[in-house]
């Protein structure tokens, strides 16, 4: 073999081993590369999985924040003098924000094995019944949560939606009883007896044109009702509206005669109004009634003894 010869092995043998080490830097590169993309996967994974648990309990804490109310034993009252329109108000209460959730009670016998098979509304007359089982047994708080589930479920029962105001009441929660009116007035704003109690109590805080607002809005939905009509009247005499105050009181005694508390209302915005006669009589059929009590009696018995101010 001549040196060519030599020259020419040596040549072939080194491009045979440049493509093996070509060759093997290539898969070593495309190694790496995969190792580098599954080392950004399992991170972006990690990183998704950081976010979720971050905003689930972002969402836990939101929730739990609804579910808080005003103490019942020092809470601010819903409605002040510049507080917005009842109905307005109830927009920003959803019923989640009614009560506050008290340790959860024992559920009745078979109550978790039939749950999963039971539609919403079934669910809704279940809480029901146990509400009034538990305010049966004294146990207002659980049977005012039990209630609040119930109305989650079926918001525009109003059997329900009483039921846990009057116990509501019962209890002295009244802001929360007030909240409650709200929203079953949102949900049916033809209730004149959520509008009627509703404005007993903003009537109770001095929150006189509120509550007639309230009334007002109702109004045309309770004209067959003696106890609305004459509660209307006595908000407008306590507004001085006398005039309009003895036309409702008219109204009441029209649709339930005999009522001395009412008789004696009209007596006190017809004198008001200067019509000192019909005044008289009014007081005068109040005391025939015998249904005032010892201090309206007094009371009546003096306006009639008393002398007539001039009218300006």
């Not at 005499?237 to 309009?244: F, L, M, S, T, V």
């Not at 109204?251 to 009209?266: N, Q």
């Amino acid at each position: 073999m001549n040196r060519y010869t030599d020259i020419g092995d040596v040549i072939v043998t080194s491009t045979v081993t440049g493509k093996a080490k070509v060759r093997m830097v290539q898969r070593r590169a495309m190694r790496n590369v995969l190792l580098a993309l599954i080392v950004i996967l399992l991170l972006g994974l990690a990183v998704a999985a950081w976010l979720g648990r971050g905003k689930q309990k972002q969402s836990a804490a939101e929730s739990a924040s609804e579910t808080q109310i005003v103490n019942p034993a020092a809470g601010k009252p819903v409605a002040g003098p510049h507080a917005a329109p009842a109905e307005k108000s109830a927009q920003a209460q959803p019923e989640q924000a009614l009560v506050a959730k008290p340790e959860a009670s024992k559920p009745l016998a078979g109550e978790n094995s039939q749950a999963s098979s039971l539609s919403p509304q079934q669910q809704a007359r279940n809480d029901f019944h146990k509400a009034q089982q538990l305010a049966q047994q004294g146990k207002s708080n659980e049977a005012i949560e039990s209630y609040r589930s119930s109305l989650l479920l079926d918001a525009g029962n109003d059997t329900v939606r009483q039921a846990m105001v009057d116990l509501l009441l019962k209890v002295k929660r009244n802001a929360d009883a007030e909240r409650a009116l709200q929203i079953g007035l949102k949900n049916n704003p033809k209730q004149s007896s959520y509008s009627l109690q509703l404005a007993r109590l903003l009537a109770d805080r001095n929150e006189l044109p509120l509550a007639l607002e309230v009334m007002q809005r109702t109004l045309p939905y309770a004209s067959g009702q003696a106890d609305y009509q004459a509660f209307y009247a006595s908000l407008l005499q306590r507004q001085n509206q006398h005039d309009e105050a003895i036309s409702y009181y008219q109204k009441a005694l029209a649709l339930k005669p005999g009522s001395g508390e009412w008789l004696m209302g009209m007596g006190i915005s017809l004198k008001a109004a200067g019509r000192a006669d019909e005044a008289n009589d009014a007081f005068k059929h109040a005391l025939e009634t015998n249904t005032l009590s010892a201090q309206s009696r007094a009371f009546v018995e003096q306006q009639i003894t008393q002398p007539a101010a001039n009218p300006k």
